[in-house]
């Protein structure tokens, strides 16, 4: 693994302010002094319960939510997310080749037989077949809308890839495709990710490094197997316990 860093946050504190579109209600901090690198070519697993801030922490990596100190800098182009619930963030009303080919043609760099090449390209690789192109997400099983998620997120190209609980919403059998998957293109494509999760047995399978996060904080870090086999935080115990 090369120790070239893809992301970088130092001492990362952010949150929300109640109160609707005026923003006026008290503040609510959800990340307090964050820190931690990604590095180039590996999968590193963000683990904690529902509600401790790994949702936030991904919206301010992508910077939809900008932090009250700390920073957040990038060493490639900005990530690509998968999202948790493929339905909900592909677009029903138009069909997979469509919004494939749309951030291509918002870009506007190639002409429409490159498009459709790359297009095709993702399709396979993400390993889906050429009629799924004419096909409406709804129209798609969990799993195969999944893959289209992927081939969505991988179409420009990034280097870099925010997993936001990917397969929580697969059965057991499709999520270990969708994890297959996600390591193999990893190889084929040069990538890193940033894999969030609850479910710890997901992590062990696929991470190299791992954050444990409670209530906005890194309490512990380490590799894989300094976790799940040594773990020094009664918090990360406990998560242990529970995916037993």
């Known amino acids: 693994m090369n120790e070239e860093l893809v992301l970088s946050l130092r001492h990362v504190t952010s949150g929300y302010h109640g109160g609707g579109l005026l923003r006026r209600g008290p503040y609510q901090e959800v990340l307090h002094d964050v820190s931690f690198d990604v590095r180039h070519g590996e999968i590193l697993g963000l683990v904690g319960e529902s509600g401790t ?32 619930d493929p339905y909900s963030s592909l677009n029903p009303a138009y069909t997979v080749g469509w919004i494939l080919e749309e951030p291509l043609r918002i870009y506007g760099k190639y002409g429409a037989a490159e498009r459709a090449r790359r297009v095709g390209d993702m399709l396979e690789r993400v390993g889906l077949p050429e009629e ?17 998620s992927i081939a969505a997120a991988l179409i420009q190209r990034p280097r870099f890839l925010i997993a936001d609980e990917p397969v929580s ?72 316990s529970a995916a037993e």
Do not use: W
């Open 53 to 84: 801030g790994k949702s936030t922490l991904a919206r301010t990596i992508l910077g939809m939510v900008s932090p009250d100190c700390g920073e957040v800098v990038h060493f490639t182009k900005r990530p690509q997310m998968i999202f948790q």
């Open 132 to 148: 799924c192109l004419r096909a409406k997400p709804a129209e798609l099983s969990g799993g195969q809308r999944q893959r289209v």
């Open 169 to 240: 919403a697969l059965d057991v059998t499709i999520q270990s495709q969708i994890l297959a998957l996600l390591k193999a293109l990893r190889q084929e494509l040069d990538l890193s990710y940033l894999f969030i999760s609850h479910d710890l047995n997901v992590i062990y399978q696929l991470c190299d490094r791992v954050l444990v996060m409670k209530s906005g904080r890194i309490v512990e870090r380490g590799t894989v197997e300094e976790i799940f086999e040594h773990p020094k935080e009664p918090y990360t115990r406990q998560l242990l």
